[in-house]
């Protein structure tokens, strides 16, 4: 687990919120604190979807970044800054799959739960923290420091400057 410090906080909201550089994770949970705090439970609700539904469009256990973003965005733009938010993304699991094989991972990936971003915005600063999920107790320490890893390499890539904290 690691935490980096947004140097660029206009840029990442751009990204975050209006772009596609964060379409391909899926929202656990978000909270965004404006007029009100607004919190948003990214679990897809049972039987709201028919099966045709589900298979169809490849819907999981939570909804994608890319279908709440919209809602999201609409609580924060305005004039004002919001209060704070937070926002809690999780790799789908077909990312997760590609993540450990391209990293030469030992973890099967049915013990891994889940590969996290948590990103945080509160007086007026903003970071992103790692965290990971697996199934079983273990001491080793090789997913936690791939995903730290691989997420500072997606921040670079996607031209996000950031400072480790």
Request: charged residues 30%; proline residues 3%; negative net charge.
């Amino acid at each position: 687990m690691i935490s980096v410090k947004i140097e660029d906080i206009k840029s990442f909201t751009s990204k975050l919120f209006v772009g596609e550089v964060f379409d391909r994770f899926l929202i656990k949970e978000a909270s965004i604190s404006t007029y009100n705090t607004f919190t948003i439970d990214g679990t897809i609700k049972s039987g709201y979807y028919s099966q045709e539904e589900l298979e169809e469009q490849k819907i999981g256990t939570y909804s994608s970044w890319s279908t709440l973003k919209p809602f999201c965005f609409s609580l924060i733009k305005g004039k004002r800054l919001p209060v704070s938010f937070r926002i809690i993304l999780l790799m789908p699991e077909e990312g997760t799959e590609r993540f450990l094989s391209a990293r030469r991972i030992g973890f099967p990936k049915e013990q891994v739960k889940g590969l996290y971003v948590n990103i945080r915005y509160e007086e007026e600063k903003l970071t992103c923290i790692t965290g990971t999920s697996v199934s079983v107790f273990t001491l080793d320490k090789t997913l936690d420091e791939e995903w730290d890893e691989g997420f500072k390499s997606f921040l670079k890539k996607n031209e996000i400057p950031f400072v480790e904290e």
